[in-house]
């Protein structure tokens, strides 16, 4: 046993646990180390003060052991409607240590006795993850990466820590995010208040904020039109945070990671009804949430027993009730699991969509399923998915279907096909594809859903831990130029081996596979991610009113800017994403 004293008494820790805590930690941890080129300490003594504090951007990643490059900018002035979260960058440089550092925020108070609350800023120490680049060439970050030596590697500012007390070695910098929730109730007007960093041997340093509140109002994130859809791994939580799976523990580790999600807009559930659909890909690979038996007389039977619970949970606990998307019936290794009575093992039926196997297979499971679905309430928002299948297979696959229950929603990430799209009742296409005009109008009549996607094809825009923060932003914009009712992501936390201080991962580009940390941390590209949608939403909403009040000029006005979005307006303006982003939030302040 390891025995530490706490709080004046013994703390006795078994070995295992204490190791398990140093692997996966979830309070303070150690960085690992940069190796990149950096300041060095003639370049820290030079500074006039051994401490500086100023207000940053948030579209700059700042280096860890360089002197930040930034004005002394004591006032950060943003615009917000009532409900929206704004976003502020500080950076704090010592070329001394620091102990103790802590950050705290007052009351913004606006005119009379208005105020948004202190418990309504967010103020977070971003902390360094390990990451790396793009294909040789920078065709996009897909490939296998065996060897990390092969790839340029650095840390970078990503992780939006929740330690809220921390020591600084000399010579280092500390970006601070702020994170502004203007309440709904808001009245409008200019609220004003301070950021403040103190320690042990620093004397307090302040900055001052001022948010500017407009006149309109942001609906609450579970109303948002903006589909949003990352992919959810359960699995990577349980070995995480070294639980049962499925147990309250595990459950309790998910939910404020969840509840973070649908705080972000997120419409759909990720559930496997089949053993590794994506042919176990990530580090934690996903296992099959019903159990599926052949008893001796051939007959089926099913167990629904962890998809109800996930689902359950989802739905109730976490507020993620729009969708419930199970994947697969075309998985990428087509071998399907089930228990076989007669010889008491797991087997597997090896048949493509089309064969009398892969019907026999899988027709007794989906009316089961839809008897099943039906009988919970979860029918109409429950669909069968696939992800990136040739046409020919899905066509079987609809197929069968539709033979089970012809009420079955299907959905589709991948390449577009007009043979089949109108079966698919969410379908998602890469990004720069397009839907037909003529089909996306004839989609949205009939209520279906007509979405982008972005994976480790596209070298911009994205969310790798080494991408332009602003594309996160841009990226929902775009959505909204391209006539897209959303975004889809493949995954939202399939965390790798070491998550909080190595994000590169054997195959892809580092940070494809995550874009929240464990502990339930948030980060630079997820915040970044929210502010688009946001925007996605006020230009909804403007468009609505410009149109009802027959303001022609401002409705082209928005319309021009919002078309820059698109790799045509990219070349077009030869603006770079952080300027049309800061052009569009103008415009959607003032309009």
């Not at 550092?101 to 009379?112: H, I, P, Q």
């Not at 499925?246 to 990671?257: G, N, Q, V």
């Not at 999600?261 to 559930?271: D, F, N």
Request: glycine share 6%; hydrophobic share 40%; proline share 5%.
């Amino acid at each position: 046993m390891l025995c530490a004293l706490l709080f004046g008494g013994p703390l006795c820790v078994s070995a295992q646990t204490a190791a398990m805590a140093e692997k996966y930690p979830l309070g303070d941890y150690e960085e690992l180390t940069d190796t990149k080129p950096h300041d060095g300490a003639e370049v820290w003594n030079a500074l006039k003060k051994p401490v500086g504090l100023s207000w940053g951007d948030t579209d700059t990643r700042y280096k860890k052991l360089d002197v930040p490059k930034v004005e002394n900018n004591t006032l950060w002035r943003a615009k917000a409607w009532k409900g929206e979260r704004v976003n502020g960058q500080a950076v704090l440089w010592t070329a001394e240590a620091l102990d103790d550092v802590t950050v705290t925020v007052s009351d913004l108070r606006g005119s009379g006795r208005v105020t948004i609350p202190a418990s309504a800023v967010e103020a977070s120490f971003v902390r360094y993850v390990m990451t790396d680049e793009l294909n040789k060439g920078g065709g996009g970050g897909c490939g296998h990466r065996p060897n990390k030596a092969d790839w340029d590697s650095s840390v970078v500012a990503d992780v939006l820590d929740t330690v809220s007390v921390r020591d600084l070695k000399p010579c280092s910098a500390q970006p601070i995010w702020v994170n502004v929730r203007v309440p709904q109730d808001a009245a409008p007007g200019t609220y004003k208040g301070t950021l403040t960093v103190s320690g042990k041997n620093l004397k307090p340093m302040k900055l001052r904020m001022e948010i500017g509140v407009v006149n309109r109002t942001l609906p609450e994130p579970a109303d948002w039109k903006f589909h949003l859809d990352l992919w959810q791994n359960p699995y990577s939580v349980a070995r995480y945070h070294q639980v049962p799976l499925w147990s309250r523990e595990h459950f309790d580790a998910m939910l404020p990671l969840m509840k973070r999600l649908a705080a972000a807009g997120q419409k759909v559930v990720t559930a496997s009804i089949m053993h590794k659909p994506w042919a176990g890909q990530t580090e934690d690979h996903f296992d099959s949430m019903i159990g599926k038996t052949r008893k001796i007389d051939g007959s089926w039977k099913y167990d629904y027993t962890v998809f109800d619970k996930w689902v359950d949970f989802m739905l109730n606990e976490a507020g993620i009730d729009g969708q419930i998307n199970c994947y697969t019936m075309i998985p990428w290794a087509l071998s399907f699991d089930y228990f076989d009575q007669a010889t008491s093992r797991v087997q597997f039926v090896n048949a493509e969509p089309g064969d009398s196997a892969y019907a026999a297979y899988w027709l007794p499971f989906l009316k089961d399923f839809s008897r099943h679905l039906r009988g919970k309430g979860w029918f109409e928002k429950t669909a069968i998915s696939m992800d990136e299948r040739p046409m020919k297979a899905m066509q079987e696959a609809i197929k069968l279907i539709r033979k089970a229950d012809p009420e079955f929603k299907i959905t589709l990430a991948g390449n577009y096909h007009d043979e089949i799209q109108a079966d698919l009742y969410d379908l998602s296409i890469p990004y720069t594809h397009k839907f037909p005009e003529a089909v996306k109008a004839q989609r949205e009549k009939n209520g279906q859903i007509s979405t982008v996607y972005i994976c480790c094809t596209e070298a911009f825009p994205n969310t790798f831990t080494f991408s332009n923060p602003a594309e996160a932003a841009w990226l929902p914009v775009h959505a909204v130029a391209g006539d897209y009712d959303g975004v889809l992501r493949w995954t939202y936390n399939s965390w790798t081996a070491d998550p909080l201080r190595d994000s590169r991962f054997r195959t892809w580009a580092a940070g494809d596979c995550y874009i929240v940390y464990p502990g339930n941390r948030s980060s630079i590209r997820f915040e970044r991610l929210i502010e688009g949608i946001q925007n996605a939403e006020k230009i909804r909403l403007l468009r609505g009113e410009l149109k009802a009040n027959g303001n022609d000029a401002g409705l082209k006005e928005l319309d021009e800017t919002v078309a820059l979005f698109t790799p045509e307006g990219l070349k077009k303006s030869q603006m770079e994403p952080e300027a049309m982003l800061v052009q569009l939030q103008e415009l959607l302040n003032t309009l």
